[in-house]
């Protein structure tokens, strides 16, 4: 079964410092990973996505990720925060192998970036 | 506008009282699911449809039903609500589903079962 792991329910940052958003997964076959983010009272956007190829995957408002294989990793990251980052974060994986085409999310971590 | 949109977007009922959320997209994606969000448990996946007439079981089915009749339109069906059934509900669709395409969400419904 496939798993999604966001250790930390909430991540502060000052703007203008660099945020990380930890995730960690599990499958059986080659993964398939994504991030989403829900801003307050809105559905979940689309932010990036690793399939395959180059392990820094870059998305949208200059967030980046870091497929780790060896790690199971795939954290986010942004080299300078902003206040308007503040919101929740989704992480999800999807096991290339099977027939079913199922998203299992994490958690969910909040983002908040203070002045 | 590409979009999915969802009705009702707040709906207060019952316990019992049969009640259907719709959810529509207009990008023509094949794949379309459903997912219910509660705190501390994150998004789970309830059902999803990978075409028209064809259907499967996500995470958390029980209690739910869904039709894919037409491409464009997903309902989420319950047909006897229970209070643990109240939950943000969301729906979502993509394109091709086995390759990784990235999905589309709706703005979500807020249902309480009283």
């Known amino acids: 079964a496939q798993s999604v792991a966001q250790p930390e329910d909430q991540v502060n940052v000052a703007e203008g410092n660099p945020l990380t958003v930890k995730c960690t997964y599990s499958v059986s076959g080659n993964p398939y990973l994504f991030w989403y983010v829900q801003y307050p009272n809105r559905g979940l956007q689309f932010l990036l996505k690793?399939?395959?190829?180059?392990?820094l995957v870059k998305g949208s408002y200059g967030f980046e990720a870091e497929f780790n294989k060896s790690q199971t990793s795939f954290h986010l990251k942004k080299p300078s925060a902003l206040v308007s980052d503040s919101a929740l974060y989704f992480c999800a994986v999807r096991d290339e192998t099977g027939t079913a085409s199922k998203l299992t999310f994490g958690t969910g971590t909040r983002l908040q970036v203070t002045l | 506008e590409a979009q999915v949109t969802q009705n009702p977007r707040y709906l207060i009922t019952v316990t019992g009282k049969k009640l259907t959320v719709t959810c529509s997209q207009n990008m023509n994606h094949e794949y379309m699911s459903w997912y219910r969000q509660d705190p501390g448990l994150g998004l789970r996946q309830i059902y999803y449809s990978m075409n028209v007439e064809v259907t499967d079981k996500g995470d958390v089915p029980e209690g739910y039903k869904v039709s894919r009749k037409e491409k464009r339109n997903f309902p989420l069906i319950l047909e006897s609500p229970s209070p643990n059934q109240t939950s943000l509900y969301f729906c979502a669709s993509s394109t091709n589903g086995l390759a990784g395409g990235e999905q589309f969400f709706g703005p979500g419904t807020r249902l309480t079962v009283l």
């Open positions: 690793y399939i395959t190829g180059d392990n």
